[in-house]
């Protein structure tokens, strides 16, 4: 039940679905790249990205000092349909900033 309510919270906040649809469109993304794609400072976007984590939307995959997000594969039934119900919303989507041409972050 608490990862049910868990999930359910995590959908409750316009920005963590915005962040879904934007990995869904990009996929795996350094924290650096969604800092400077979603203009959120680092304790916001932190706060929200470990919600999405918490709530089983998201995996973390650590290089040196460096964080990447991607969504979690796999989903199971839930989080799946959510993510496909996401998907069909009319949301206006910001241009991803790539910093780096090796996909390596330098800043």
């Known amino acids: 039940m608490d990862d049910f309510l868990k999930t359910v919270a995590s959908l ?3 920005t963590r679905v915005l962040m879904l649809r934007f990995f869904d469109e990009h996929g795996a993304l350094c924290v650096c790249e969604l800092q400077a794609s979603l203009k959120m400072i680092q304790s916001r976007l932190s706060r929200h990205l470990k ?3 918490e709530a089983g939307f998201l995996r973390v995959d650590r290089k040196g000092t460096w964080a990447y997000y ?5 989903l199971d039934r839930f989080r799946a349909e959510a993510l496909e119900e996401i998907r ?3 949301i206006e989507l910001p ?3 790539k910093l780096s041409q090796t996909g390596e972050c330098t800043i």
């Open 70 to 74: 991607s969504i979690r594969t796999p």
């Open 95 to 97: 241009e991803l900033k």
């Open 51 to 53: 919600i999405l984590k």
């Open 88 to 90: 069909h919303l009319d």
């Open 12 to 14: 409750n906040d316009e």
